[in-house]
């Protein structure tokens, strides 16, 4: 079946620009995950949504970043006034669903993002 | 704080040549333990999940191992399509909530034919 996918994969933007990144999981996933992977560094968790609970924003490095899930499914991670230091590359996952016993994340491609 | 420390950093082995890597951790109580393999450009890919120690799983040429303070990754007669970056990560035991999943910086594995 399809698996997790993002547009765009890569983006080059202006600095101070806003970007939209878009993520559209695994249909039935319940659970997603947005990234953030650095050269040479660890992924970095962002944010999380699981169903119709309030998400887990406590990765979020600034008020610049934000992140919405629609209808429980495609989710778009907004970046304002993107600085230098924004440039990685923007993975998202999702699982089947969480529970006692976390469940494998599956991830997409990921979006390199640039920031001139 | 959950910390993941992987080594090495890299490793270069000749084909057919075996090895491991490690996964070192520090949690407060550990939900479970996760192998991923990730390709340049491309997100990472699930191998195995661990939950208790003593714990092994097995897929090809891969095993993964599991004790209270670390996991192996065994590597038997690998080929050069094995050549990848090997992430761990590991879940923290917790009431309500998500429990972060903490990645370590990985383990860049290349295989010479």
């Known amino acids: 079946g399809a698996g997790v996918s993002q547009s765009p994969s890569n983006k080059v933007t202006e600095k101070g620009k806003d970007v939209e990144l878009r993520c559209d999981p695994i249909s039935g996933h319940t659970a997603l995950y947005w990234y953030r992977q650095s050269l040479g560094q660890g992924l970095e968790f962002l944010i999380y949504f699981q169903g119709n609970s309030a998400p887990d924003k406590s990765g979020l490095p600034s008020d610049r970043f934000s992140a919405e899930r629609t209808g429980g499914s495609v989710s778009t991670l907004t970046i304002q006034r993107t600085q230098q230091e924004d440039s990685a590359v923007y993975l998202c996952?999702?699982?089947?669903?969480?529970?006692?016993?976390?469940?494998?994340?599956?991830f997409g491609p990921g979006t390199r993002l640039t920031v001139t | 704080e959950d910390q993941v420390t992987q080594s090495p950093e890299a490793l270069r082995l000749q084909e057919g040549e075996s090895s491991s890597l490690n996964c070192s951790y520090t949690v407060s109580g550990l939900r479970g333990l996760f192998w991923y393999r990730q390709d340049p450009g491309k997100g990472p890919e699930f191998l195995f999940t661990l939950y208790s120690a003593g714990e092994e799983k097995e897929k090809e040429r891969l095993k993964a191992t599991l004790t209270k303070k670390e996991s192996f990754l065994h590597i038997t007669a690998p080929k050069p399509e094995d050549s990848a970056t090997y992430l761990c990560a590991v879940q923290p035991q917790g009431s309500g909530g998500y429990q972060k999943v903490t990645f370590g910086t990985g383990t860049k594995l290349q295989v010479i034919p």
């Open positions: 996952a999702s699982s089947l669903h969480f529970g006692r016993v976390q469940n494998e994340q599956y």
